[in-house]
Each structure stands twice: as C-alpha cells, then as structure tokens.
DNA sequence: CAGTATCCTTGCGGATACTG
DNA sequence: CAGTATCCGCAAGGATACTG
C-alpha cells in the first residue's frame, strides 16, 4: 500500500524536528558511522566473527592501513560500540569485541546498507546521465 | 528471540562479504548521505512537505548558508535522490521534490535515525567516561 | 604484535561578497 | 530569487617510516 508509507514519513516528523536541537551534531556524529571508510566493515566482521585481534581484523579488512584501522577501532570504541581488551602480555595481544550497543545500530545499518547495494546499478547509470550534462 | 538477531547478523554476510569489490566506493558514498550534514534533512522536508523552492527549503534549515545548501542539492539530485525544475522564467523559480528512490532511501534511514535518537543519552554518557579515561 | 609519528591530498562546512 | 566565487579551518583517508 502507498498509504503505508506516507503514514511511516508522517510519522518520522517527530524525530526529524529534533533535527535543530543542541545535539543535533551527536547524533550526526554517531550517523556518520555508517558512511565512514571502515565502521561498518568492523562492525559487521566482530558482529558474525566473534572477538577479534588486532592483526585478524586487518586481514579480513584487506587495504586498510595500521592508522585507518586505529583511528576507527578508537572511534566506535569512544561510542560504545565495540570494546577493547587489552591483556597485558610480553608478547602482546589485543582483542576486539562488538558490543550490544553496536548489535544495535549494525542490524539498523543493514536494511539500509543492503538497499543500496541491491540499487547499485541505479545510482551508476543516474550519476553517469547527471555528469555528462 | 536471541536466535533472530543472530540469524539477521548471518543473513547479512552475504552483502558483507560484498564489501570488498570494486564498487564499494559509490556505496559508501551513497550511504554517506547518512552521515552529511544537511542531506537527511532535505530528503525529510522535501519527504513531508512536498516540493518546495529554493528560498523555502533555506528557511526550513535553520542555519544553512547558500552554498552548503546547493552542495547538498546537487550531491542529492546527481544521485536521483531529488529532482530540480528550474522554471525559466524572469522572475527565477527552482523547485525541488523527493523522488521515488529518495523516498525509499529516506524509509531505510529512520529507523537507523530514530533509534540514534533514542539513544542519544547512552552515547552521550559513554562518550563522557571514553574522554575522562 | 599492536600500534605512533609525520606528511600529504581531498573534501566538508562555513563566512563573506558578488551576480544574472 | 537562486545561486557563484573566493577564502578559510578542520577532519578523513592514505603513504611511509618508526617503536615498546
């Protein structure tokens, strides 16, 4: 029914005025996780592979360089998203978990993350017909 | 049921697993609207309150300068997420409406948006103790 | 092994001034 | 009215080298 999905925009009224109150910025901060390099993938690998090392999720994420991969594992560290244990070994070993929270926002990154995968094609051709005008 | 968020983060593998092939940038950019700063916004209103003018949608976004709003407007409109008609006439009128894509776009991102919302007290304080350690 | 440190390029977001 | 043009600071993302 059409009917179901204006009611659904109708709906999002509510959350969207929020849009223009103080932490506006947090919550676009927090959003900004699913377009960033790497968020996702670590999300999703800890999400179906269990707690990972350091080194595994550099392996499973093939290009990312030791910084990029720092900078993001801190980063939804800092949300909650994931945790860090660090066992204090000579040889030294860390391991990375997703948390609840990040269970949370991964399953509600995914209808979305499948969607535009699926319209891939889509977007393709309408960004090569708005670029050759 | 525990077993159905496991069978959801299963499901999900296969997009996933999709991460890593050579299109992984557009969708990443696509998704990226996400994160923007003015993008979900526009998608919203122009979602509720149907196509409206340029100078319309400014006053609705409280604190846009022109140029982040026409950025924003061209990013969205060369993804097909919204659609421009420029009336030629002498007195200027530009009028921009959601599209069928962008509407489905926008479906797919309110729940992710309204449940960072929810949980907006939880980043907030989790954030708070990240910063004090 | 699990990171830092340094340098670089690109794009975001904003401020301000100007235009057909 | 609906934009451009120009300048700025900042953060993302990457390359490369180094370290406890």
Redesign the pocket.
Known sequence: MESEREALLQFSSQFCEELSNDDEGLK??IL?HA?????LGVLHILGTNGPL??????RYLT?????????????LERDGLIS?Y?YEEK??????AITDMGKEMLLRMLPLWSWIITSANYFRETRAKYDSD
């Open positions: 676009r901060e900004a377009g960033n390099r790497w968020s090392r350091y080194g595994e999720l550099r290009g990312v360089t030791q910084r990029m991969l720092t900078r993001t594992l801190r980063h860090r660090d040889l030294r070993r860390v391991v990375y």
